[in-house]
């Protein structure tokens, strides 16, 4: 599991943002309600923290996972703009895909998806059931961005995209920005039941969009937060990016093999990154069996904390924290950061079982269906 501290965090005050119009807009949406902020004290007192909440993303949208709230907002600055694309389109390791394709429909207009070739048939079928056309690349999830990016200038379709590239950055910024309502709803969450905002923050990266907007949102707070990143060992372009001669966005080495899939992003956003290289204070990788472990823990819960449907992307926030625990050569980070009785730790689900048989196998029971 390696780790490594930020050299090029930048510790002085950030600019405010103001994005209450995500909220503003979100909550003209039929079916949009914030989705549940649990605490899980049995987990906290075990662990010896202050306290650890979760923000479960499976509901969100009845899409199981968080990207909705990033694709209807760009679909809507998209229109707002003017354009009136006939088709969209992206590459996707399935969230973000079936996302798109539900963001597209409720304006009446066609997704094409591209998938990597590893990409499971549950994934595919729940993309396709939000009456996008799936276009299987044989290679990596970046390969198919790829594709995706040369075959839609060929056919003229608009690439609505959750990464971003050289020439193709104002639609992830504003997927970015979507993502915000995520951490504001958790502020008013907290701030209803009298309880004070997190001062330690893990969230999982694949391409870096969602921790980019996590990263904006803290650090723009005012308040003190420790950030974390976590990503796969074999899919760690963040930590790789950091590692880099001058902290340069830098493709991961791994083997872009792993069970996280919606984290399995061999190169960072470009728009995300250069807040990411000041914002976040660590990056942590983990392995496959740290997110098995996480997602049984959430399963099979410390009383009196209940349980939570995490699939492997989802549980990777929580399999960060875990192992800050149980890996001897990481405890030491526990000082630093510090965790601790005065801890307050936010961690997101980013997902529910959207690989059904992948979560029986890991998990050992069948998920409930959602
Ligand atoms: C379940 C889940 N969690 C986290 C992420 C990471 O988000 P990002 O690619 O914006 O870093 C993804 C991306 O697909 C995902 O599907």
Redesign the pocket.
């Known amino acids: 599991m390696p780790f490594q501290l930020n050299p090029y965090r930048d510790a002085s005050r950030w600019d405010l943002r103001d994005m209450l119009e995500v909220r503003a807009f979100l909550r003209t949406l039929p079916g949009y309600a914030p989705t549940p902020l649990h605490e899980l004290t049995g987990l906290s007192r075990a662990l010896g923290l202050g306290s650890l909440y979760i923000k479960d993303e499976s509901a969100r949208f009845g899409l199981e996972?968080?990207?909705g709230v990033g694709a209807v907002w760009a679909m809507s600055r998209l229109f707002a703009s003017g354009a009136r694309p006939k088709m969209v389109s992206s590459a996707?390791?399935?969230?973000?895909g079936r996302s798109l394709a539900w963001a597209a429909g409720r304006l009446g207009i066609s997704a094409v998806i591209y998938v990597p070739s590893h990409t499971v048939p549950a994934r595919i079928e729940a993309i396709e059931r939000e009456g996008a056309t799936v276009r299987r690349v044989q290679g990596t999830y970046d390969d198919a961005v790829r594709q995706c990016a040369h075959d839609s200038a060929s056919e003229g379709w608009q690439p609505v995209s959750?990464?971003s590239y050289e020439g193709y950055t104002e639609i992830p910024s504003w997927v970015m920005d979507g993502?915000d309502a995520i951490f504001q709803e958790a502020d008013e969450q907290l701030h209803v039941r009298g309880l004070p905002a997190p001062n330690v923050v893990l969230i999982?990266?694949?391409?870096?969009?969602?921790?980019g907007a996590a990263t904006r949102h803290f650090r723009s707070q005012g308040e003190p937060c420790y950030l974390v990143s976590v990503e796969p060992v074999e899919a760690d372009c963040l930590l790789a990016s950091c590692r880099a001669p001058g902290g340069a966005r830098t493709a991961s080495s791994g083997r872009l093999e792993t069970v996280m899939?919606?984290?399995n992003?061999g190169e960072v956003?470009l728009v995300?990154w250069p807040d990411i290289r000041r914002g976040v204070d660590l990056f942590l990788s983990i392995e496959d069996e740290d997110a098995a472990r996480a997602m049984r823990r959430l399963a099979r819960p410390t009383p009196p904390d209940p349980v939570i449907v995490a699939?492997e992307?989802?549980a990777?926030g929580l399999a960060g924290l875990l192992a800050l625990f149980h890996a001897p050569h990481l405890t030491h980070l526990r000082t630093q950061i510090p965790l601790g009785r005065g801890s307050r730790v936010m961690v997101l689900n980013?997902?529910g079982a959207?690989d059904p048989a992948g979560y029986e196998r890991l998990v050992g029971v069948r998920p409930p269906t959602p």
């Open positions: 996972a968080f990207k996707t390791d399935g969230n973000w959750d990464t993502y999982q990266g694949g391409c870096g969009g969602l921790l899939a919606g984290l992003c956003s995300a699939g992307s989802g990777a980013t997902e959207t």
